[in-house]
């Protein structure tokens, strides 16, 4: 057995060892099985842990971003100036500030509610996203890598994408470190 299945080849070869295990298969080869299996179980198992710290993290935040614009900070509405029998035009218009809710505008609308910026830091947000952001340029130095390929290694174009392939992978790494923002 390859030490390089991945975890659906190796679901699938114990599957498979269990179709045909017999009262004659070796205790060994059933030990090493499980024993990979179980390895296995716990790296994911580990992995799961770490994915629901961080969505627990990501739901926290999101609360606190939510709870920020239960109540907006004030309200504004639209008037018209109106016009005068010098001027028969609408002089201009201005917005008014109003403390509540329930203010109409020139036109009929409701006000509109203001909300103040919210200062609620979101540090799991923040690495999550710059995760997104630098997968996206690892795909870039990926693909740019495959084309590298073919061209002949001294080539102009070779070189240039090389140095594009080197660039991208460091720009990756700056974004996994929040820096490029």
Not at 21 to 32: C, E, F, L, R
Not at 34 to 50: F, I, P, S
Request: aromatic content about 8%; overall charge negative; some cysteine.
């Amino acid at each position: 057995m390859s030490d390089s299945l991945n975890n659906k080849e190796l679901i699938a070869v114990g599957h498979e060892f269990a179709r045909t295990m017999g009262s004659d298969t070796p205790i060994i080869d059933m030990a090493k099985i499980v024993t990979r299996l179980a390895e296995r179980l716990d790296c994911t198992t580990a992995a799961l842990g770490g994915t629901q710290a961080q969505r627990d993290q990501l739901a926290a935040e999101n609360a606190a971003l939510k709870a920020a614009f239960d109540k907006p900070q004030a309200y504004l509405s639209w008037h018209a100036i109106p016009p005068t029998w010098e001027d028969p035009l609408p002089c201009g218009e201005y917005l008014d500030v109003h403390d509540e809710a329930g203010h109409k505008n020139s036109d009929g609308t409701d006000c509109w509610p203001v909300f103040a910026k919210p200062e609620t830091e979101t540090p799991a947000t923040d690495v999550f996203l710059a995760e997104v952001r630098a997968q996206g340029v690892d795909d870039f130095a990926a693909d740019t890598g495959r084309l590298y390929q073919t061209f002949s290694p001294s080539s102009a174009q070779a070189k240039a994408l090389k140095s594009m392939v080197y660039r991208a992978t460091a720009f990756a790494a700056q974004l996994r470190q929040g820096g490029a923002e």
